[in-house]
């Protein structure tokens, strides 16, 4: 499985961005999908996932009510809509997917693939 992020840039606090992760390989339909964001000089942190229906979502709550993620399995691409964006989200953005059956989407550890980032900069 290979995964391509895009859709990063520069915004201004308050502005919007959508992120990308365009999947190949046949197995996308069953895997689970997270964003995870990594800023300069601090550790990665999960930023959001959704199961591989579509149905189970989570958010981490520095992102809650601002970031929304989503999917569309036939286009094999995973979405992050990112809204009233924040100086402190400044970092690069990971997307990440793996077929496990996970008890939490929240750890980095337990995804298999990983895209390749995209630097989201918010100014303020």
């Known amino acids: 499985v290979q995964l391509q992020a895009s859709g990063g840039g520069l915004v201004q606090t308050g502005g919007s961005l959508r992120l990308a992760c365009e999947a190949s390989?046949?197995?996308?339909?069953?895997?689970?999908m997270g964003w995870f964001r990594q800023a300069l000089g601090k550790e990665r942190e999960f930023v959001a996932a959704?199961?591989?229906?579509?149905?189970?979502?989570d958010h981490a709550d520095s992102v809650k009510g601002r970031f929304t993620i989503s999917r569309d399995n036939a286009r094999n691409t995973a979405y992050l809509q990112m809204n009233s964006l924040k100086p402190e989200d400044t970092a690069v953005y990971y997307c990440?997917?793996?077929?496990?059956?996970?008890?939490?989407?929240?750890?980095?550890?337990?995804?298999?693939?990983w895209g390749q980032g995209t630097q989201v900069t918010v100014s303020s």
């Open positions: 990440a997917s793996t077929e496990r059956v996970l008890s939490t989407m929240r750890y980095w550890g337990l995804y298999d693939y």
């Open positions: 390989g046949r197995t996308f339909g069953r895997a689970i």
């Open positions: 959704i199961s591989w229906s579509g149905v189970n979502t």
